[in-house]
């Protein structure tokens, strides 16, 4: 992907802290995201398929068993469960539904309630359909593909330069491999990170510039929410302009990409989320994430619409993994979508709600210390091969 600044470029940018000089930024994504996707939009929503006990250390995650945080569990969700799930998210105007489990594989019998899930979801609805299933080989990948999924998210969380103080347990060189694995299959790729890890700005810069080698069709930017019994839960959240700085750089450095913010937007940027979308978002994370409350997804759509962007689906929404207009398909009208209608049976699909649904265990015993160097043994998650 062709970046539309200079490494050195961005670096400068990213000093910035005259908040009429990150405005001037802001328009210049701005026209960038414009020219790039007109006045499309890209709304996902997810549920947390399973949740809880992961082995690995991300120090971000309080799934992590090296975590002293309480625990938030439950088990594979049934095929059923994510279709009602996936409904409700529908109701609330999303045009894509991504199904997120835990750790770095699923075992054979988890693995196929994800395809039946998948299956289920593009029979039943009209939205785009994403997996976030940890690693994968080729032929994972392929079957994914076959039961409907058209998009694999798997992150690189930092820069590569930085990635051994967030993850010793899942090597980066694994994360790249299933991203490899991902496009020989066929699929399109989702990969992004988080930012405020206690990366340096220059990190920042290498991370959106290691991703725009990736050449993800879709890149998720999540902002730490600090939690406590975390590796970083006692870091300060940023500041909303300096979100609102890095949104926009990213923006230059991966014209090409569908941008989206994630976790912790809210905490982060409070009422600078509307400006965010102007900084060259394509679409949000919208209503709740996997362990945290969101917004409204009425909120989120009304900051788009502020803008003069189109919330609505395509009627083939289903069918078509991007939004963009790139492809010719989205000249012209975009027909209405009738949201209030969906609205209307949303009583039938609870909507993701970690508050409720996540069953918060605390853990028992000694929970071993964060390892402090890299693994030396190379991650093969469960069902590497299968």
């Not at 709304?43 to 309080?62: H, I, P, R, T, Y």
């Not at 409700?88 to 395809?115: N, P, W, Y």
């Not at 991703?211 to 909303?240: H, Q």
Request: some cysteine; hydrophobic content about 35%; proline content about 5%.
């Amino acid at each position: 992907m062709a970046s539309l600044i200079s490494f050195e470029e961005a670096r400068e940018l990213g000093a910035l802290e005259d908040h009429d000089r990150i405005s001037d930024l802001v328009e210049r994504a701005w026209t960038v995201r414009q020219e790039r996707f007109g006045d499309s939009t890209d709304m996902c929503s997810l549920v947390n398929a399973k949740s809880g006990g992961c082995a690995e250390d991300c120090g971000f995650c309080a799934q992590s068993r090296y975590a002293e945080a309480d625990t938030p569990m439950h088990a594979m969700m049934e095929p059923e469960q994510i279709l009602e799930h996936a409904k409700a998210a529908e109701a609330a105007g999303a045009h894509r539904f991504c199904m997120v489990t835990q750790g770095q594989g699923l075992s054979k019998r988890d693995f196929s309630k994800i395809l039946e899930g998948a299956e289920l979801v593009a029979e039943h609805t009209n939205l785009k359909r994403c997996a976030s299933v940890g690693h994968m080989s080729v032929d994972r990948a392929k079957q994914l593909k076959q039961a409907g999924i058209q998009r694999v998210h798997h992150n690189v969380e930092t820069a590569r330069s930085y990635y051994d103080e967030v993850s010793t347990t899942v090597r980066y060189e694994g994360r790249t491999r299933t991203i490899d694995a991902v496009k020989e299959a066929g699929l399109e790729t989702c990969v992004g990170g988080i930012l405020n890890l206690g990366e340096s700005p220059r990190q920042r810069v290498e991370m959106a510039f290691e991703l725009a080698d990736v050449d993800p069709d879709s890149v998720p930017i999540n902002l730490l929410n600090p939690r406590t019994g975390t590796k970083f839960g006692d870091r300060e959240l940023m500041d909303p302009w300096e979100v609102i700085k890095w949104v926009a750089i990213f923006r230059l450095i991966l014209p090409d990409a569908l941008f989206r913010l994630c976790g912790g937007r809210v905490e982060n940027l409070g009422e600078l989320q509307p400006l965010a979308v102007r900084a060259g978002l394509n679409g949000v994370m919208m209503g709740n994430f996997l362990t945290t409350l969101g917004v409204e997804p009425e909120e989120d759509r009304r900051s788009f619409e502020e803008q003069g962007l189109n919330v609505a689906r395509q009627p083939d929404n289903g069918a078509n993994p991007r939004p963009d207009n790139r492809s010719g398909w989205l000249e012209g009208e975009t027909p209405a979508t009738p949201i209030d209608e969906l609205i209307d049976n949303q009583a039938e699909a609870n909507f993701w709600d970690p508050s409720t649904q996540l069953k918060v265990i605390k853990k028992k015993g000694r929970v071993p210390d964060y390892p402090d160097r890299p693994s030396d043994r190379e991650a093969q998650p469960a069902g590497w091969g299968d």
